[in-house]
């Protein structure tokens, strides 16, 4: 099975439904995934049950380490399925989690089968464009939250969600968890602190106070399956251990989340074991814990999905930004001078007003989702600037 050419998908599916699924339930997928060091977001082998016919790229590993856990969750809760169904089914989910725009030429070139349309949607999950705009927030692009695709598709064959937020609500806890564990450690690296300070600077335009801005960081609701929860862990132990030493106010933040995870503490144990089992195994192989951790690089990514919502509603956007003077001029002020805590609030509450009149961009009404309105605030004049130039000439 080639992961670079037209059909892969189907073939894995072949492969996978002649031999018998390898994993008989959740726990073992997860575990497995966590061995291929999917869940690490560093792929170093797949499954044995596919005939591999060369020496497979990280990217064209994880592909496979990503079909391989949805295929699984939907064999899970379907007894007997064709290809096409699971693959129709799948195709459905990831439309409606709005991860790739096609463009017309995309779809000339694709055609209208759905095998090809799937291929496409996970290739652009896997491998995101190193545009203009990630390289101005971080040009290592990874692919540590790609497990929250698979928990999302768990749910979406069992309740009625919408994809997206409930998505973007996961990724929201895993944000504000991640401020808890960075700050838990007693020697804090420069990336810590970037990372930090990034999250410190979304929180100032929630509350103008920083007992309620503390409140917002560590009173996170917890409404998350075991599956999830599990995750959560791992990636904060993750966190915590890339220096290869796990320090007191470490695990006691750990022992805090497990008890408000409602979890064993040897679930924790089990995950440290596991991450240093991984590390000791593919330290040659792959550089796991160094400053392209990952799971910090998921904040700056976020810019690529703000980019997309303001460009697909700029026109709507532009409208309704004019109509408000106060807002046009705290915009121009921003772009040039920081804004004062009662300026920041006043943006912060205009942006709301306008965001819940365009439906589209609701994801910023849910839990978590005001972690992007800075970056929200930051790239509007950027991609209208007709709407914010004041030295701008006219025609």
């Known amino acids: 099975m080639n992961p670079s050419t037209s059909g892969w998908i189907e073939k894995f599916c072949s492969q996978i439904s002649k031999k018998g699924i390898p994993f008989k339930g959740f726990n073992a997928l997860y575990t497995s995934l966590k061995d291929y060091g999917f869940i690490y977001g560093v ?3 797949i499954t044995d049950e596919i005939d591999k016919i ?6 064209e590993l994880a592909k496979v380490n990503l079909i391989t856990g949805l295929y699984h969750t939907f064999a899970f809760h379907k007894s007997s399925f064709t290809t096409q169904v699971f693959m129709s089914k799948l195709l459905a989910f990831y439309k409606a989690l709005e991860i790739s725009d096609l463009s017309l030429w995309d779809k000339l070139v694709i055609g209208k089968s759905d095998n090809s349309m799937l291929e496409h949607l ?3 999950r896997i491998q995101i464009d190193d545009n203009l705009l990630s390289r101005n927030f971080n040009k290592s692009i990874t692919n540590s939250l790609l497990f929250v695709d698979i928990l999302a598709f768990d749910t979406y064959l069992t309740k009625d969600i919408e994809p997206k937020s409930y998505a973007a609500n996961l990724e929201s806890i895993i944000i504000g968890t991640l401020y808890q564990s960075l700050n838990s450690k007693s020697k804090i690296t420069d990336y810590d602190k970037e990372i930090i300070n990034i999250i410190e600077a979304s929180t100032s335009f929630l509350e103008d106070d920083t007992a309620a801005i503390e409140d917002l960081i560590y009173d996170i609701e917890y409404d998350i399956n075991y599956n999830e929860k599990k995750y959560l862990i791992d990636l904060m132990c993750l966190s915590i251990w890339d220096d290869e030493i796990l ?9 805090q989340l497990a008890t408000q995870l409602n979890i064993e503490i040897t679930e924790v144990q089990d995950s440290i074991l596991c991450i240093a089992k991984f590390h000791t195994e593919h330290k040659k192989e792959v550089m796991l814990f160094q400053q392209t951790n990952p799971l910090t690089n998921f904040y700056e990514n976020s810019s690529q999905l703000v980019n997309k919502l303001i460009r697909r509603n700029s026109k709507r956007l532009v409208k309704e930004v004019k109509q408000s003077k106060e807002l046009m001029l705290l915009i121009r002020k921003s ?10 609030k006043q943006l912060q509450n205009q942006l709301l007003d306008i965001l819940k009149t365009i439906p589209s961009l609701a994801i910023f009404m849910l839990p978590g989702g005001a972690f992007l309105l800075p970056i929200f605030a930051k790239l509007i004049p950027n991609l209208l600037p007709s709407a914010f130039d004041d030295n701008r000439i006219e025609d």
């Open 122 to 124: 996970i290739h652009d």
């Open 247 to 255: 320090e007191k106010s470490e695990y006691q933040f750990l022992k």
């Open 335 to 344: 772009t040039h001078a920081d804004l004062s805590k009662d300026e920041q």
């Open 54 to 59: 060369h020496t497979y790229s990280e990217d």
């Open 43 to 45: 792929n170093v082998c």
